[in-house]
């Protein structure tokens, strides 16, 4: 008898196990067959019955794509200290997009009124040379014509003369997945620089004193790229306290896809604080604009895409955690939310119009196995917390004591700590808690300007306190100085230059109209900080002479 109740209950745990296989066999087939749809056509985006919560289209997974490992883009704390395995980066690399004509139309369609109207005509500035064009004549001003030093090997992030040649074909090649092979398709060698994809000419243009040069023909093609190549793979971006996606193009670029959180003209609120604020698509890319303007070329090249949720990132992701969050809103409305520490649930989803959505691309950096990034604490950085204030915050000597630590102690990092800090503040930028460098260069070299995304929330308010820093230090660059007065002119009104290079931008307009104006009036707010100190200390304590007199007596007189 106990050996016929053994046998059953083996027979029972058997079945059982039959069952379980059966259901996650037809789980997996189910989506597959469901994406065909009544007439055999892929899936579409047509919303489900009422009842029904999860969208019915579901992806197809692909097989296994291999990518080469040639960028990353970093905003973390850690992101310097270890370079990431081929299978960490194919899981983060995974990305969707799609065609990127017509973005800008369909952007406008989609909002219920146009708050800065492209075509609109723009007030001329005074001055005859600056009549037709603000912009380029500001870039044919002396200022922005000086030049770098001459480069040496060690001054460039990359040798393009060694033997290593690109092989575009590369990722397609079996041999690809074996991570002995990928030394050979570096990102330099012999072949002639005009056939390298344009954000590989942007990686190999980087130098110790810039991200690009300020007439590099490859930039402005990259971000034609950013909005018009086709996105084969989407995934989330690990870390971070708000969805990031990483897109992949059909040419092996990636970028970094932030989503629209917040109509142009909405404000932060009040009561929030900067550690809770939005990150904004817009300021992204305002961000971008900015720092050419103020002849950084610290932010990398961002530029605004408008995506169709359904067939550039639901249908060609191989995140199954990204794709498991998409879902139908009551509206009918296409929606996901993905995964992060902050507005990742359904009461913070994203929804598109029905399926359409902004964001803005960020290119990619090269990865970190090629070229490694030192990510440094900011001096000023801020609490974090309800309650607590930072040093800097209670301490009005806490700058001397900067000074005297290194990499302040020398060199020019304690000026570029100034520079980042009058470009926060044009922008309201209170969320810059680390920022990195190219290990390669040492501490002589520029600061790059990541993460700008919380930005230009307020426009009805200054944050002073971005300025302690420079109030504190008394110090700035006289290229600097000199290039905030100009833009300070009206023939080079910096809100005109900034509302004339967005109107570039695919899904322009960028920024609300008074964003534009709070930027003239922290302008003025910065000269002002920036004379108290001349006024207290002396010019030659505070201006820091960087380039030569000739540049300097005709940018002077101009």
């Given amino acids: 008898m106990k050996m016929l109740l053994v046998r059953k209950f083996r027979v029972l745990i058997l079945m059982v196990f039959l069952v379980a296989c059966t259901m996650h066999i037809m789980i997996d087939l189910l989506p597959r067959l469901e994406r065909r749809g009544p007439e055999g056509r892929p899936g579409c985006s047509c919303p489900p019955p009422a009842a029904a919560a999860p969208p019915r289209a579901a992806p197809r997974w692909p097989s296994k794509h291999t990518l080469r490992i040639l960028q990353d883009f970093s905003a973390e704390p850690a992101s310097n200290l270890s370079s990431q395995s081929r299978e960490a980066a194919a899981e983060r690399a995974a990305g969707g997009g799609g065609a990127g004509g017509g973005a800008g139309a369909a952007a406008a369609a989609g909002r219920t009124r146009r708050l800065i109207g492209p075509g609109a005509p723009r007030p001329p500035p005074p001055a005859a040379a600056a009549a037709a064009a603000p912009l380029a004549a500001l870039f044919e001003h002396p200022l922005y014509r000086a030049a770098l030093p001459p480069l040496a090997d060690g001054d460039l992030l990359f040798n393009v003369n060694s033997d290593i040649r690109f092989n575009p074909r590369a990722a397609e090649q079996p041999e690809w997945q074996n991570e002995d092979h990928h030394e050979e398709f570096l990102p330099t060698g012999e072949t002639s620089i005009d056939s390298y994809p344009n954000w590989l000419k942007f990686h190999i243009g980087i130098n110790r004193y810039e991200l690009y040069s300020r007439h590099n023909p490859a930039i402005e093609a990259l971000l034609q790229d950013l909005v018009s190549q086709k996105i084969t793979s989407v995934a989330m971006k690990s870390g971070g306290t708000q969805l990031k996606l990483i897109m992949t193009f059909q040419n092996y670029g990636q970028a970094l896809f932030k989503p629209m959180k917040q109509t142009r003209e909405q404000e932060t609120p009040p009561d929030f604080f900067y550690f809770s604020d939005y990150e904004r698509h817009n300021a992204e890319i305002a961000a971008f604009h900015l720092d050419r303007i103020l002849d950084f070329r610290r932010v990398p090249p961002v530029a605004g ?239 820091e002479n960087d380039f030569n007199t000739d540049v300097n007596t005709v940018a002077t007189e101009r």
């Fill in 305 to 543: 895409r408008l995506v169709n949720m359904t067939r550039e990132i639901r249908d060609v992701t191989r995140d199954k955690k990204l794709w498991r969050t998409f879902f139908i809103s009551p509206a009918n409305n296409i929606c996901f939310y993905g995964e992060c520490s902050y507005y990742c649930s359904t009461e913070h989803a994203l929804c598109g119009k029905p399926d359409q959505i902004e964001g803005s691309l960020a290119a990619f950096l090269p990865d970190l196995s090629l070229a490694k990034r030192k990510t440094w604490r900011n001096p000023w950085r801020r609490s974090y917390h309800k309650r607590k204030k930072a040093e800097w915050e209670v301490d009005p000597d806490y700058c001397e004591e900067v000074k005297q630590t290194p990499p302040y102690d020398s060199g020019t990092r304690i000026l570029d700590i100034m520079d980042m800090t009058v470009f926060d503040f044009l922008m309201g930028n209170m969320d810059r808690h680390h920022y990195e460098t190219f290990e390669k260069f040492g501490n002589e070299t520029f600061i790059i300007h990541l993460d700008n995304g919380r930005g230009f929330g307020k426009y009805s308010h200054d944050e002073l306190s971005i300025l302690v820093p420079l109030n504190q230090c008394c110090r700035i660059r006289k290229s600097t100085y000199l290039r905030l007065q100009l833009l300070a002119k009206e023939e080079y009104k910096l809100s005109l230059l900034m509302k004339e290079s967005l109107l570039k931008d695919k899904i322009a307009p960028i920024l609300y109209q008074p964003h534009l104006e709070a930027m003239d009036r922290r302008l003025r707010i910065v000269l002002k900080a920036v004379s108290d100190c001349i006024e207290k200390d002396g010019y030659d304590n505070v201006v």
